[in-house]
């Protein structure tokens, strides 16, 4: 069975004029595109002045070749499937005991039995 041709698409603008979308994608095809990617409106790539340096045929050649060509993961057949290992001792660590700062005799406060500072008595 024959596959059915879609018909152009043209829109009207709200001047009245008709815009072809198609016909406007074909004559622009070459340009080069809008932006800091080196390509023109159909995906080529383009060098110096706007001349094509790859086609997009060849760019969409290379990214498929390079998906293809990740190696598959090898298993060997001598390596035992499950290794039991039995868990590490976790160890906790002490905190330090924080450095009291030494007091100046000159100074007005103490600290008590409970290391709670107050004023000393005199």
């Known amino acids: 069975m024959p596959m059915k041709q879609t018909g152009r698409k043209t829109y009207k603008t709200l001047t009245g004029k008709l815009v072809d979308m198609d016909l406007l994608r074909q004559r622009n095809e070459l340009t080069p595109a809008v932006g800091n990617v080196k390509v023109n409106a159909r995906g080529d790539e383009l060098g110096r002045g706007g001349k094509i340096v790859r086609s997009r045929e060849e ?24 290794v039991e290992r039995t868990p590490e001792p976790v160890v906790e660590a002490k905190p330090k005991p924080t450095p009291k700062p030494a007091a100046n005799k000159d100074e007005a406060w103490v600290e008590d039995a409970e290391g709670n500072y107050v004023k000393k008595e005199k």
């Open 59 to 82: 760019v969409l050649k290379d990214y498929y070749d390079k998906q293809k060509s990740i190696p598959d993961e090898v298993v060997l057949k001598d390596e035992p499937e499950f």
